[in-house]
């Protein structure tokens, strides 16, 4: 089954919506705290792709995911693949 995640304005606690079997489904909001982990969690992620050092922004990639991956996959239903645009 093909899941498509639409992305409103990001930065806003309004949610998004999933396109799911034909239909749009509205998926409400972070908390105004989650998000804004969401939010720092995704600028530590893009700074650590301008790090050189061998591993380390793998490192830091995983340590992310360990704590905020399970805020974003609730978000999607659990899906494995997360898109943020």
Known sequence: ???YVILGNIGSDAG???LENGH???VGGWSVDSLR???AG???LKAATQLRTPD???SIAGLVEKHLGSELA???GGAHT???A
């Open 42 to 44: 995704i600028a530590v």
């Open 16 to 18: 998004y919506w999933v």
């Open 82 to 84: 997360v898109v943020i």
């Open 24 to 26: 749009l489904k509205h």
């Open 74 to 76: 609730e978000h999607v």
């Open 56 to 58: 380390l922004a793998h």
């Open 37 to 39: 982990e969401v939010q």
């Open 1 to 3: 089954m093909a899941r």
